[in-house]
């Protein structure tokens, strides 16, 4: 079985354009690290009207996710990023995991 979970990010202003290059030529360790966790079908989208990044992944129910923040390419990718939004003292990215109100079967 699987799960999709779903959160909001904050994206600095003016850093659509860098954010989305970034991501076009992610870490192949930061994927494989994801892949390995458990993770498949992650999506992010943007809203330019708030800079509110919107992300929706699928996991596996036996996922190791919990341990990914942990890992040298997890950190390194964070450190990259967080000079294009918006991030904590350690540099992990703001997240408010959001509730599904509706799913249509």
Not at 51 to 70: K, S
Not at 81 to 104: G, I, S, W
């Amino acid at each position: 079985m699987s799960e999709r979970i779903a959160f909001r990010m904050n994206l600095n202003p003016g850093q659509a354009a860098e954010y989305e290059k970034r991501h076009d030529a992610v870490f192949p360790e930061l994927a494989k690290a994801l892949k390995d966790a458990g993770v498949s079908d992650y999506t992010i989208w943007h809203d330019p009207e708030t800079n509110h990044l919107f992300a929706i992944l699928t996991r596996t129910n036996d996922h190791t996710m919990d341990a990914l923040p942990d890992t040298e390419i997890c950190q390194r990718w964070w450190k990259f990023m967080a000079d294009v939004m918006e991030t904590d003292a350690n540099n992990v990215p703001t997240q408010v995991p959001l509730k599904r109100v509706f799913l249509l079967p």
